[in-house]
Nanobody, 125 residues
Framework: QVQLAESGGGWVQAGGSLRLSCAAS????????MAWIRQTPGKEREFVSR????????YYSDSVKGRFTISRDDSKNTVYLQMNSLKPEDTAVYYC??????????????????WGQGTQVTVSE
């Protein structure tokens, strides 16, 4: 199993940047596919980005493509989400999520087995 803890959320004006971090504890972090998923009150969870266990493949939702970048540092058991050119519609709670390497889901799925507690991102006009 893996335990996840997000940090780096906060308030920013539109056009600004934030970098979210997700620290993982437990064994074999490098064997997990990692994702960022966000949710706003009253709405379903929304896929944001995913990075493969090897770090070789990354996926993004159309709404963040070109603005957000996902990365991972296996030496630190950490996955990052660099968010640039933020928009008010990016306001949400951002969750880090993980699936074991052999758990097959669609690239833009929100079906993950392990979740962090979430970090709030607020983007003002």
């Amino acid at each position: 199993q893996v335990q996840l803890a997000e940090s780096g959320g906060g308030w920013v004006q539109a056009g600004g940047s934030l970098r979210l971090s997700c620290a993982a504890s437990g064994d074999n972090f490098k064997m997990y596919n990692m994702a960022w998923i966000r949710q706003t009150p009253g709405k379903e969870r929304e896929f944001v980005s995913r990075i493969s266990w090897s770090g070789g493949t990354a996926y993004y939702s159309d709404s963040v493509k070109g603005r957000f970048t996902i990365s991972r540092d296996d030496s630190k058991n950490t996955v990052y989400l660099q968010m640039n050119s933020l928009k008010p519609e990016d306001t949400a709670v951002y969750y880090c999520a993980a699936n074991w390497i052999h758990t097959v889901v669609a690239p833009n799925s929100t079906r993950y087995d392990y979740w962090g507690q979430g970090t709030q991102v607020t983007v003002s006009e």
